[in-house]
């Protein structure tokens, strides 16, 4: 085996590919047009075209495609061949720079939100230069943009460069205040920590709900769970391990940083960490990450569950999406600094994510709002639906020492002045082992930790992105004015602490008392998505997109159809895999399982001897009335279920799946479990939670 940093991003054309394969002036004009985010003129294309394809062919590529994330959240790509018919009935391989820079996917059938009409059925794609091509099953994958003719975002990848352009020209106006006049940029960094579970593929193809819904719609408790604990950060099994490592090959030949590996807290369940990237890059490779996942379980004879919820009672998938700025000129803008300046700008940014996050609540709730992360948040093993934010002990007392203006430190005590001052030095705060908070600083970036495992990141960051960019904006139109800046900072960071302390909680999130006091405080808590996408058209929200940029009126609306038709699509599958499983396997086997019984109750009776029968004859009575109770309720879901497209309104629709349809399988799901406790384990027609959970050993 080749050592890794030999074939680290070897199926990646990057910068040392294109360093070797383009001519010297075209690789400087490329570098050019990517960093400052111009157009490929055609010229310049046909020669990236050809040199790339050249690359592709030599690495095995047969195919090229433009790889996109459309509104589903997950990726797509339609392959084309390179082969161009040549004289005498041959072919040759041919890759344009057009092909390179813009494709026409049929996108008739991705979600749009109404965005592109349908006479209008093609969208287009186009290059983001910024995420290097890279070769997947014998195909060159161009990361791009997918939009609608109208030059509507039609994808995750859209909103999200345009939010990080926000972010960069507000934060370069504020590291300029300070006196940093080589930064040319600033970008937000992404490192995102993915969840999952692995489980055997024989026990996954006999779960229908697997299947059809990525979770388990029913499943009574197992005797083990998670309460040992015996399974987070504890040896990983040779099967396990043979997974990873060759999960952590093929994401390195693709240039992926997978860096950490292990064992989460949930029996199956396990976490991949990557070195952090540029957000954009990181979205792609997290894509990509969650891709290849899947595909090498397959190989391995096992399936990865990316649902944030694939079982009931056992922890849950989430995804950490650790977040910040940092400069072209290598500064992690949350990186306290070791002079007054450096930790006056420092303190600074602090106080925008305070207030970004603050002003904001609804839409970082809402870019982790889906069906399946619902059953995450407020389940006291995520964080709950209260958004705030952990500041540790530390930053928490300056803060609180410059709002009221009373001296800091343990030994001599003295007044921050800021821009005066150095901060003392803090240790990265080791009370952040609580997993509780939403939104957490950790020494030198948040880590937001309310997305679910299937999510992509896009959406988080856009939010992040822009609301940061937002106060970032506000900040710099203050001090841009300013005759005194010293006096103005020290007087805009104490203002806005004061005025954003509400969201900022180091105490336990689980607790209830917290959510009480959350109320008091004036804090949102958006339990499910129903509730909170509304807020996605708020006036102020429309306002704060608008004006980045980021997304316009109609994107807005589109995004919120679709959510909202998505979580209604979500229930809508649930419900009817669930009728099936119980009309077709449930009901059935417990039926059968009665008759066996009455027949035993009956060989029984028939005996010369007076054998006892109050075991056949308890369970009978039991278990035919569950499913007597069973039938009932589920008659009343498929009632329900008659009725749940008469609705003008998505959001009302919305309403009445969680209220109706998913009550109605909750109390379903609640006598199923109970069924299956009670029914011999060979007659129940499905592997039981402890089956999947231990089912790779
Ligand atoms: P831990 O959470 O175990 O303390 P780290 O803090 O080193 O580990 O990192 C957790 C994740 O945060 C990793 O994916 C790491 O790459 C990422 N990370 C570290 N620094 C930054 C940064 N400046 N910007 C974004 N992500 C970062
Ligand atoms: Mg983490």
């Known amino acids: 085996m080749e050592t890794v940093s030999k074939y680290f991003g070897a199926h990646v054309f990057n910068d040392t590919a294109m360093k070797e394969r383009l001519p010297k002036d075209t690789y400087h004009l490329l570098q050019q047009t990517i960093k400052n985010g111009k157009h490929l003129e055609l010229g310049l294309a046909n020669v990236v075209a050809n040199a790339m394809k050249d690359w592709a062919i030599e690495h095995g590529a047969t195919h090229y495609t433009h790889w996109f994330q459309p509104l589903t959240g997950i990726t797509a790509e339609k392959h084309d061949s390179f082969i161009s ?82 972010l960069s020209r507000q934060a370069l106006r504020v590291v300029k205040l300070f006196g940093n006049e080589d930064v040319r940029f600033v970008e937000t960094t992404v490192g995102a920590e993915q969840e999952y579970f692995l489980i055997d593929k024989s026990v996954f193809e006999k779960r229908k709900d697997l299947i059809y819904t990525g979770r388990t719609l029913f499943g009574a408790k197992p005797p083990k769970g998670q309460e040992l604990d015996d399974h987070y950060f504890g040896a990983i099994k040779p099967r396990v391990l043979a997974y990873m490592k060759e999960l952590d090959e093929e994401l390195w030949k693709l240039g992926i940083l997978a860096k950490t590996e292990h064992n989460e807290v949930a029996p199956a ?167 509780t908070s939403p939104f957490a600083f950790t020494g030198n970036k948040f880590e937001f930790r309310m997305l679910g495992s299937s999510a992509s990141i896009s959406d988080a960051n856009v939010m992040i992105n822009t609301s940061v960019a937002d106060a970032l904006m506000q900040f710099a139109d203050i001090l841009e004015q300013s005759d005194d800046f010293e006096a103005d900072l020290h007087m805009l960071i104490r203002n806005t602490i004061k005025a954003h302390k509400r969201i900022i909680f180091n105490g336990n999130g689980y607790d209830d008392q917290w959510v009480r006091e959350a109320e008091e405080r004036g804090l949102l808590n958006l339990k499910s998505t129903p509730d909170c996408l509304p807020y996605l058209l708020h006036d102020k929200n429309i306002k704060l997109f608008t004006r980045h940029k980021v997304f316009s009126l109609e994107e807005l609306k ?63 009575k039991e278990l035919s009335a569950l499913s007597g109770s069973l039938y009932q309720k589920k008659v009343s879901l498929e009632q329900a279920m008659e009725i749940r497209n008469d609705f003008a309104d998505i959001g009302a629709q919305a309403r009445y799946y969680r209220d109706v349809i998913f009550a109605s399988m909750n109390d379903i799901r609640t006598v199923v479990d109970e069924m299956e406790d009670k029914t011999r384990s060979t007659a129940w027609p499905y592997p039981t939670y402890g089956a999947i959970l231990f089912s790779v050993k």
């Open 85 to 166: 018919p040549a004289t005498g009935g041959k072919v040759i391989m041919e890759f344009s720079g057009k092909e390179l820079i813009q494709g026409e996917p049929d996108a008739s059938s991705f979600p749009s939100g109404g965005l592109r009409a349908t006479f209008e059925a093609r969208g287009y794609t186009a290059w983001d230069a910024t995420s290097y091509a890279f070769i997947k099953d014998n195909t060159l994958c161009i990361p791009t943009a997918f939009c609608s003719y109208g030059g509507h975002a039609l994808d995750k990848k859209t909103p999200l460069l345009r939010s990080m352009q926000a």
């Open 269 to 435: 369940q396990h976490e991949l960490a990557p070195i952090f990237t540029t957000t954009n890059i990181a979205a792609d490779h997290n894509q990509l990450t969650m891709e290849l996942m899947q595909k090498i379980a397959k190989k391995h004879d096992m399936v990865c569950l990316l649902h944030e919820k694939p079982f009931a009672g056992v922890n849950g998938s989430g995804k950490h999406n650790n977040w910040s700025l940092s400069t072209d000129t290598g500064i992690n803008l949350l990186n306290p600094g070791e002079t007054p300046a450096e930790n006056a700008q420092f303190l600074l940014f602090i106080c925008a994510v305070i207030k970004a996050v603050d002003d904001y609540q609804d839409l970082i709730r809402i870019s982790v709002a889906s069906a399946s992360n619902d059953h995450r948040l407020g389940a006291n093993e995520a964080p709950p639906a209260v958004v705030s934010i952990f500041l540790g002990t530390e930053l928490s007392e300056i803060l609180d020492a410059i709002e009221k203006d009373v001296p800091y430190g343990s030994k001599e005590k003295e007044m921050l002045r800021i821009g005066v001052h150095t901060l003392p030095k803090f240790p990265k705060d080791t009370t952040d082992r609580n997993r």
């Open 558 to 620: 589109a995004q919120y159809d679709i959510q909202m038709e998505g979580y209604c699509k979500i229930i809508n599958i649930e419900a009817l895999t669930l009728l099936n499983m119980v009309n077709k396997d449930i009901l059935p086997a417990v039926s059968g399982f009665i008759g066996e019984l009455g027949r035993t109750y009956q060989q029984k009776t028939a005996m010369p001897f007076a054998a006892d029968v109050s075991y056949e004859e308890g369970l009978i």
